[in-house]
């Protein structure tokens, strides 16, 4: 579901990987290669039993800078990894994993996920990690995921 949701944007994000200085076909090829790993890396910690859920709904939430959540290290890790084997310079692909991924992340981070609103998706995070809103506000958040407040 993730990966169908960040090639929704691939065309953005290839766009913003042009101001690394990408040709069109490296963007492309980049933008599939961090889609990927991205959509790999929450499906690794949803996999993993215990995800880190405040961190991962921290990295969709724009108030909260990226480089300031645990996971966007590790994030960045893994793109950077991967860039490198796909042939990008090291040079490229430094500035790609710090500034590029966070302005990827930005993207959803302004709310374009389809038809999911974020601000639902927090609050329903909260309601399951204990955060806010109990048995009443986790039922509301539901509804609210799909557009009905």
């Known amino acids: 579901m ?43 910690q ?19 800078p990226n480089q300031s959540n645990a996971l966007f290290g590790q994030l ?13 310079s090291q040079d490229i692909v430094s500035k790609i994993s710090s500034g590029g991924l966070d302005d990827i992340l930005k993207i959803f981070q302004n709310g ?11 609050s329903l995070v909260k309601s399951l990690t204990g955060g806010s809103g109990g048995l009443g506000g986790l039922i509301g958040n539901l509804g609210g995921l799909f557009g009905k407040k």
């Open 46 to 64: 949803a996999a993993s039993g215990k995800p880190d859920l405040n961190n991962i709904v921290d990295l969709f939430n724009k108030n909260t």
């Open 112 to 122: 374009k996920l389809g038809n999911i609103d974020m601000n639902t998706v927090d």
């Open 2 to 44: 993730l990966e169908n949701l960040l090639k929704e944007h691939a065309g953005e994000i290839s766009s913003l990987l042009g101001k690394y200085g990408l040709s069109g076909a490296q963007a492309s090829g980049a933008t599939d290669t961090i889609v990927k790993t991205v959509s790999g890396f929450f499906s690794s």
């Open 76 to 88: 960045s890790q893994l793109v950077s990894g991967n860039l490198l084997k796909s042939g990008l």
